[in-house]
């Protein structure tokens, strides 16, 4: 009855009690932590998504078979176009005696008849092409009507044609093209503006030397088809000035505690004592532009964090009195024994070993300003960054002067002011608009991130390898 | 001066993730969830950073409390003893485990507990060892049964059942040193 009557009456006295706490204060430090969920998830959402563009960028990029529309009319093999001149290169034409086709899209502007000083080689046929046109809309349908109506046309050695007839700047520019080896096109020649390609196609017609028809294609339709030929891509100089760069990786956090009071000192050796720093990690999406001239600046958002291990062994003495026991036994001379009660006091000595771990985080703008050089596919830069923070946390535990553990962010600022920053870079293209990137980086906090009534000062920097990949737009 | 709302406004509107509600939630069962933290992790600093997760947790759990199965203050003390279980085992603070002390060891001094108010009887419990404190609180004020401590504690039944008669001694020792202490100062 007695045990009961203990466990009820302290059920009864404990179950309901309350203790004051100050609401205010528990509000303020619950939305403190919701905010830095928020920011958290935010920004982990946000790094996902981009990580998630960036992937489904590439992949299109590189297995787009069953989407890829084809550039050039679909029985004439298929092609790799980029969007701009000088780099337009083309799978060899697998059967020259295909059908033709110009799609309605590309309208024909002109047909003109052309007379070339032509000779033998020109009008040796090897074999006959039969080149028809069909599936136009143009208004002059009826003159490729009436130029299809030829049955039979000669094969035209259209290196000769090139030779012939073309600046010796064209020869130069696609003499390397199979289209113009293979076939009975001559040449696609990019005579115009950034949106629209013109190409000449020249058709031996009876009764004429030969006829140019020229038809321009607007750059709109023509797309990227990896699917037949893995190296058709250009890789020269472009002008993509803004681009996207998402990166991160790991650092080497440098810590650095110091205090210029001499009294403080044992705290600081205590702290040394119990710290060990664990890693830390950089992740961030910056938007980047960038000139001709080669400089550059980006300017994003970037997540830095940085984990420790507190260790330390925690010893606690709880004394309490065991009544009732035998404290001793006499023993009589007959050898009967007499028990002697009463209190004991014991010392239990508990021994906590605390293994803690804390983060750091930061939430930063960073804004770099830096210079590119290329050469070929390989890009090498180097840049210094201002890195002005946001949003500054800390999560877990700390000993406190007294050698207690106590979790209490108010030792920290809740900014942690800027960070200056010097990275250096090696990159390597790997699609005309893809670009990855490996970063050595250093990076170094300002001030403090203690407040300044802490006993010591707590500042960091890191030596990390960035790696990273960038899109241009 | 702040409106008060009756318990099933405060939850609707926390469901709705209204934060005038979620506060006037912190406002209304602080004290009570503290005084819970205080008893499971020993400390007035621990505890406080507690009871926020524990609001925090409550909060985003709050959609799935049916009232149809149980109060809403049982609910919420549930949840803040599964976070205050969670801290301590973050603090990597295990409840030992003693197969061996024997039963039938305790005696109670009723007089020496009736004495005490619940502030003092809050912080002799609250000062019991780390493991002893956690099985002598389930057991004893919440109200589990030794197998049910054993699966959310990750030790035996057997166990529990000894560190609560361990925790009963200490506490019950406690008792009547406190009880001395306050008959000493009396007859001076």
Known sequence: ?473 | MNKTYDIQRIIKGCKEQDALFQKQMVVKFSNLLFAVCIRYVGTREHAQDVVQEAFIRIFKAIKNFDPEKGRFESWIRKITVNECLKHLDKRKIKTLELTDYAEGHERTNNQAISKLNKDDLLEVVAQLPDGYRQVFNLSVIEGYNHKEIGEMLGIKEVSSRSNLSRAKVILRDKLLSLQKQESWVKTI
């Open chain 1, 1 to 473: 009855m007695g045990e009961n009557y203990m466990n009820q009456h302290v059920k009864d006295m404990l179950y309901d009690h309350q203790v004051a706490i100050d609401p205010e204060m528990l509000w303020s430090g619950i939305q403190q932590k919701q905010k830095q969920r928020a920011w958290t998830l935010w920004l982990g959402t946000l790094f996902g998504l981009l990580l998630l563009l960036g992937v489904g960028y590439y992949s299109a990029s590189i297995f787009n078979v069953q989407n890829s529309i084809p550039i050039l009319p679909e029985n004439y093999g298929t092609a790799a176009f980029s969007d701009h001149k000088d780099e337009v290169y083309s799978k060899d034409q697998d059967d020259v005696n295909a059908e033709m086709k110009i799609t309605p899209e590309e309208q024909i502007i002109s047909i003109e008849n052309k007379v070339f000083k032509t000779n033998e080689s020109l009008k040796t046929a090897d074999k006959p092409i039969k080149s028809k046109i069909k599936s136009h809309t143009s208004p002059l349908a009826e003159d490729l009507t009436a130029l299809q109506s030829q049955k039979e046309l000669p094969t035209l050695n259209t290196k000769s044609i090139l030779n012939n007839t073309r600046a010796k700047t064209v020869e130069n520019k696609f003499i390397d093209s199979p289209i113009g080896e293979e076939s009975n096109k001559l040449s696609y020649t990019d005579k115009l503006s950034i949106d629209q390609l013109l190409i000449e196609e020249f058709l031996p017609i009876d009764g004429l030397d030969m006829a140019m028809l020229v038809y321009n294609r607007p750059y709109k339709k023509l797309k990227r088809n990896r699917s037949n030929r893995q190296n058709c891509y250009a890789f020269g100089k472009q002008r993509h000035p803004w681009s996207l760069y998402v990166y991160g990786g790991p650092s080497f956090l440098l810590k650095n505690l110091s205090t210029k009071v001499e009294q403080d000192k044992t705290y600081l050796s205590q702290r040394e004592a119990t710290e060990n720093v664990l890693e830390s990690w950089r992740a961030g999406a910056q938007f980047k532009y960038k000139w001709e001239n080669g400089f550059y600046v980006k300017a994003g958002i970037e997540m830095n964090r940085l984990n420790e291990q507190l260790t330390f062994t925690n010893m606690r003495d709880s004394m309490y009195v065991l009544t009732d026991q035998v404290i001793r036994i006499i023993i009589d001379s007959a050898g009967d024994t007499t028990e002697v009660l009463g209190d004991v006091t014991v010392t239990e000595t508990t021994t906590e070993d605390w293994v803690i771990y804390n983060k750091y985080q930061f939430v930063n703008i960073p804004l770099h300003v830096g210079y590119i050089k290329s050469k070929n596919r390989w890009s090498f830069a180097g840049e210094v960054g201002l890195h002005i923070n946001v949003s500054f946390s800390f999560d877990g535990q700390l000993l406190t002067p007294t050698g207690q553990p106590i979790q209490d962010p108010s030792y920290f600022k809740t900014n942690a002011g800027s960070a200056i920053s010097l990275t250096g870079g090696v990159g390597y293209q790997v699609l005309p608009r893809a670009r990855l990137w490996l970063t050595p980086s250093y990076m170094k906090l300002l001030r403090p991130i203690n407040i300044d009534a802490y006993p010591i000062d707590q500042e960091y920097s890191t030596m990390g390898l960035l790696a990273g990949i960038e899109f241009k737009f």
